[in-house]
């Protein structure tokens, strides 16, 4: 699973990164976004128009009745989210590309190494992020919610799920799961709304190179979400 990441920079920088238009709403940067935060996504219009958007990590179907159903769905599965009926529509035609520093992931402690408080592995944090420093183009999926007892006045939510894949041999030793990063030859092909074949999609939902990145130990700070970092 990806559970928290880094999200930092210039928006008009990020933007320009994927030939798109800037946002209308600037994010601060987070080195800790967790769960239910506002990030950035990369979506295009039928006519190829690529924008920097802002949207809410959780992806809330069209039919949920209340939003924290988006709590559970921070992340699909790229082996799965072709069957699953509440991502198969999104996977046709609502595709997006979440802009990422970096990510993290949690090795696991060693029983001779630090314990927590009850005496347990104390799991090492790790950030894993491009060894050209450059920003990660993770896959994702995203929809617009209005919450319906609000009434017809009420606003459009905008959120979006993360795509996993399989480890490569480069995230094994730290996890089983890693976003599915895309090659920017594939981000003409995944934005593109009106190109709607599954089984050419799932192409794309492949575990990085093994040398794309790279990672480093990070400071326990980050298990609290409340720290922003950087670490």
């Given at each position: 699973?990806?559970?928290r990441?880094?999200?930092?920079?210039?928006p008009?920088?990020?933007?320009?990164?994927?030939?798109?238009?800037?946002?209308?709403?600037?994010?601060?940067?987070?080195?800790?976004?967790?769960?239910?935060?506002?990030?950035?996504?990369?979506?295009?219009?039928?006519?190829?128009?690529?924008?920097?958007?802002?949207?809410?990590?959780?992806?809330?179907?069209?039919?949920?009745?209340?939003?924290?159903?988006?709590?559970?769905?921070?992340?699909?599965?790229?082996?799965?989210?072709?069957?699953?009926?509440?991502?198969?529509?999104?996977?046709r035609?609502?595709?997006?590309?979440?802009?990422?520093?970096?990510f993290?992931?949690?090795?696991?402690?060693?029983?001779?190494?630090p314990?927590?408080?009850?005496?347990?592995?104390?799991?090492?944090?790790?950030?894993?992020?491009?060894?050209?420093?450059?920003?990660?183009?993770?896959?994702?999926?995203?929809?617009?919610?209005?919450?319906?007892?609000?009434?017809?006045?009420?606003?459009?939510?905008?959120?979006?799920?993360?795509?996993?894949t399989?480890?490569?041999?480069?995230?094994?030793?730290?996890?089983?799961?890693?976003p599915?990063?895309?090659?920017?030859?594939?981000?003409?092909?995944?934005?593109?709304?009106?190109?709607?074949?599954l089984?050419?999609?799932?192409?794309?939902?492949?575990?990085?190179?093994?040398?794309?990145?790279?990672?480093?130990?990070?400071?326990?700070?980050?298990?609290?979400?409340?720290?922003?970092?950087?670490?």
């Amino acid at each position: 699973m990806c559970g928290r990441f880094v999200s930092a920079g210039q928006p008009n920088a990020i933007a320009a990164y994927f030939g798109a238009e800037p946002p209308t709403v600037e994010l601060r940067d987070n080195h800790n976004v967790a769960p239910t935060s506002d990030i950035y996504a990369v979506i295009a219009e039928p006519d190829g128009t690529r924008q920097l958007q802002v949207f809410h990590w959780g992806f809330v179907p069209v039919w949920a009745k209340e939003i924290k159903i988006g709590q559970k769905m921070t992340n699909a599965r790229a082996e799965t989210v072709a069957e699953k009926s509440v991502f198969k529509s999104a996977l046709r035609k609502h595709r997006c590309i979440i802009p990422m520093a970096g990510f993290y992931e949690w090795k696991a402690g060693t029983p001779d190494g630090p314990v927590n408080a009850k005496g347990q592995p104390l799991k090492q944090p790790m950030y894993i992020h491009r060894k050209d420093e450059a920003l990660l183009a993770v896959a994702g999926l995203w929809s617009a919610w209005r919450d319906k007892a609000a009434g017809p006045d009420a606003p459009w939510l905008h959120s979006c799920t993360i795509i996993t894949t399989s480890a490569n041999e480069t995230m094994e030793p730290v996890h089983h799961r890693m976003p599915v990063i895309l090659p920017a030859s594939a981000w003409e092909e995944w934005l593109d709304p009106t190109a709607g074949d599954l089984d050419a999609l799932a192409t794309l939902l492949v575990p990085a190179p093994n040398d794309l990145l790279t990672m480093r130990e990070v400071s326990t700070d980050v298990n609290n979400a409340r720290n922003k970092g950087p670490f």
